[in-house]
């Protein structure tokens, strides 16, 4: 199993992602620099533990960029062509949204992420070093991702406590808009909702009991990343939110109609699919490793990692070797061996052929 050792970091924006980013890698071992848009939260970060220096570092290996959406790829293509640095590092992001940055990018050291990590607390004050344990982290490599790039982002992020899965950059855009960005307006639309009532029943958020603060939790955070994300994702959220409208309306149906079968069937429905969600987090207790021939050329990485991603299957740990005899090499993946058929027939099916062993 490969783990990225501790090396030299930049972290832009030191808000509550780019702020737990800097703190996690210091906590590791790693030497982080890093900076603000506004120069006293650079000096925050510093104070608080999240940034050893303010400012770049030419030496860095690599560089999340944490800003908002809007900034991201131009801060990204700046640290990528500077010609100052003393070595050309891997960049990475942290942005809700994929494909419009990914397609702004378009540089092979460039690997579009996204961590499905927050808090309701605001900027700097709510970052902290464990934040991104257990959590999803999506990465989204193209048919131009550099492999040894995509593997060391994967291995870095992987090291403070994620769990990795890799999607297109339009499949993640796609799928964030069901389970995050739909998610965070209908718990502002209800939270404002109760808000208005209550100007007139003040009796009524006192009666909020957990279900409703389990619901509406998301909406005390920070505003003002969401109408970049909602900009930007603005399709695949419209079509979720029509969705949900429809359900909505069928769920307004069977409640005016007294329909107790129907209800007790969408809600029993929704209560086992609430019950099998994945946990998160939890490591198996056998694993397999797949050893899959490529050929070097673009597009190996993004469709192999994008097969695993669309199965569902979370792939532990990834590494290439590279052939002595030419544009060849063979691309390791350690997954779950309950799940390892799957994949490797899965691959077959694209033309690979992949081996399997059991790890002990």
Same mark, same amino acid.
């Given at each position: 199993?490969?783990?990225?050792? =501790?090396?030299?970091?930049?972290?832009? /924006?030191?808000?509550? !992602?780019?702020?737990?980013?800097?703190?996690?890698?210091?906590?590791?071992?790693?030497?982080?620099?890093?900076?603000? =848009?506004?120069?006293?939260?650079?000096? &925050?970060?510093?104070?608080?533990?999240? #940034?050893?220096?303010?400012?770049?570092?030419?030496?860095?290996?690599?560089?999340?960029?944490?800003?908002?959406?809007?900034?991201? &790829?131009?801060?990204?293509? @700046?640290?990528? =062509?500077?010609? &100052?640095?003393?070595?050309?590092?891997?960049?990475?992001?942290?942005?809700?949204?994929?494909?419009? !940055?990914?397609?702004?990018?378009?540089?092979?050291?460039?690997?579009?992420?996204?961590?499905?990590?927050?808090?309701?607390?605001?900027?700097?004050?709510?970052?902290?070093?464990?934040?991104?344990? /257990?959590?999803?982290?999506? +990465?989204?490599?193209?048919?131009?991702?550099?492999?040894?790039?995509?593997?060391?982002?994967?291995?870095?992020?992987?090291?403070?406590?994620?769990?990795?899965?890799?999607?297109?950059?339009?499949?993640?855009?796609?799928?964030?808009?069901?389970?995050?960005?739909?998610?965070?307006?209908?718990?502002?639309?209800?939270?404002?909702?109760? %808000?208005?009532? @209550?100007?007139?029943?003040?009796?009524? +958020?006192?009666? %909020?009991?957990?279900?409703?603060?389990?619901?509406?939790?998301?909406?005390?955070?920070?505003? /003002? !990343?969401?109408?970049?994300?909602?900009?930007?994702?603005?399709?695949?959220?419209?079509?979720?939110?029509?969705?949900?409208?429809?359900?909505?309306?069928?769920?307004?149906?069977?409640?005016?109609?007294?329909?107790?079968?129907?209800?007790?069937? &969408?809600?029993?429905?929704?209560?086992?699919?609430?019950?099998?969600?994945?946990?998160?987090?939890?490591?198996?207790?056998?694993?397999?490793?797949?050893?899959?021939?490529?050929?070097?050329?673009?597009?190996?990485?993004?469709?192999?990692?994008?097969?695993?991603?669309?199965?569902? !299957?979370?792939?532990?740990?990834?590494?290439?070797?590279?052939?002595?005899?030419?544009?060849?090499?063979? #691309?390791?993946?350690?997954?779950?061996?309950?799940?390892?058929?799957?994949?490797?027939?899965?691959?077959?099916?694209?033309?690979?052929?992949?081996?399997?062993?059991?790890?002990?």
């Amino acid at each position: 199993m490969t783990t990225a050792p =501790a090396g030299r970091a930049v972290v832009v /924006g030191t808000g509550l !992602i780019g702020g737990s980013l800097g703190m996690a890698l210091r906590s590791r071992g790693w030497h982080v620099a890093g900076w603000d =848009a506004d120069e006293d939260r650079s000096r &925050a970060a510093v104070r608080a533990g999240a #940034l050893d220096t303010a400012g770049d570092d030419p030496e860095a290996d690599i560089a999340f960029v944490a800003t908002p959406s809007s900034s991201v &790829a131009a801060a990204a293509r @700046a640290l990528l =062509a500077d010609p &100052a640095r003393s070595r050309r590092p891997v960049v990475t992001d942290v942005s809700g949204v994929k494909a419009p !940055i990914v397609a702004a990018v378009d540089d092979p050291r460039f690997v579009g992420g996204h961590p499905m990590a927050g808090s309701e607390q605001v900027g700097l004050d709510g970052a902290y070093a464990e934040l991104f344990t /257990g959590a999803v982290w999506v +990465l989204t490599p193209t048919p131009r991702t550099d492999l040894p790039a995509f593997a060391y982002v994967r291995d870095v992020v992987a090291s403070l406590g994620a769990d990795v899965v890799a999607l297109s950059p339009e499949d993640h855009d796609r799928l964030v808009a069901v389970v995050s960005h739909v998610p965070h307006l209908v718990a502002a639309t209800l939270m404002n909702a109760a %808000a208005h009532d @209550a100007e007139h029943d003040a009796v009524l +958020l006192r009666l %909020a009991a957990g279900g409703f603060r389990d619901m509406t939790r998301v909406a005390a955070g920070h505003p /003002g !990343i969401w109408p970049d994300v909602s900009a930007d994702n603005a399709s695949a959220i419209v079509g979720s939110l029509d969705r949900v409208i429809e359900d909505l309306r069928a769920m307004r149906k069977r409640v005016a109609e007294a329909d107790r079968a129907g209800l007790l069937d &969408a809600l029993g429905r929704a209560s086992s699919a609430r019950r099998h969600l994945p946990a998160r987090g939890a490591r198996p207790e056998r694993l397999t490793e797949l050893r899959v021939p490529v050929s070097d050329r673009e597009g190996v990485l993004a469709e192999i990692t994008s097969v695993a991603g669309d199965l569902g !299957i979370n792939i532990y740990d990834i590494e290439i070797a590279h052939s002595a005899e030419g544009a060849r090499g063979v #691309l390791l993946l350690v997954v779950d061996t309950d799940e390892a058929s799957k994949l490797k027939d899965a691959v077959a099916a694209r033309g690979y052929r992949a081996t399997a062993q059991g790890l002990s």
